[in-house]
């Protein structure tokens, strides 16, 4: 789905009860710099964690197992492995792991997560597959189809409990603030120069100040970072 919308993904959950109780689905989807089929997993499992905690606030002697299925090993591995105090500086994605940081989980609900094979459905009939990849497959569909609605109509809202959400022309800054916060401040800088300078052609007049402010200038207004032989 990158080849529709390089910046946006999205995520879908299905809470099933084993023994035939219900289910419960949604989706969500996020648009910025950062976001990638990794983030949209690390929304999916975030989204799965504040269900819990919620029911945990409602019923807290409420008492079961969840089995967390997820079929991105590196978004399991971070939450499982999310500092107890704080973040470190420049943490990419931050917005949802300090959520993540602050929620102690249920208490009487015993949760484990587990590694699943993604679109099994590609090389296995649906019969041969075993529940948690059915739901899995289902997921994925889900969030392909939100994603295309997201596309059409983009709410990018704050995530529950997010205790700041900054944008700068649709883009999400609190997401990995520093770089993305650093590019606009440069651009705004730059273009007051130019501005100031009567300057309205970049590429004629970058021939003649020193290098550093051509590679500077070339970042912040034409966004391109020379390297190698275009320095």
Sequence with gaps: MRHLEPHTCAAAFILESTIGAGRLLGAIASSGPESNAYQGE????????????SVNTV????????????????AIRKIQDIPVSRLPAKTKHADI??????????????????????????????????????LNC??????KSHLLRHLHNPQDRPLPWE?????IQRVKLTTASGPTIQHHV???????????????????????VPKLFQLWAAKHIAQVAGTMSYL
């Design 138 to 143: 289902e997921c994925d569909h889900m969030a």
């Design 186 to 208: 440069g651009q705004q800088l730059a273009w007051q120069f130019f501005n100031n300078k009567h300057i309205h052609h970049v590429s004629l007049t970058l021939q003649s």
């Design 42 to 53: 690390l929304l999916g499992l975030l989204a799965i964690n504040l269900i819990l905690q």
């Design 97 to 134: 792991l300090k959520i993540l940081l602050t929620y102690d989980g249920p208490s009487a609900i015993t949760t484990q997560y587990q590694h699943i094979a993604a679109h099994q459905d590609d090389t296995t009939s649906l019969e041969q597959l075993s529940q948690p990849a059915l």
């Design 59 to 74: 019923n807290p002697i409420l008492m079961g197992n969840i089995t967390i299925h997820s079929n991105f090993m590196g």
């Design 163 to 167: 205790a700041l959400h900054v944008t």
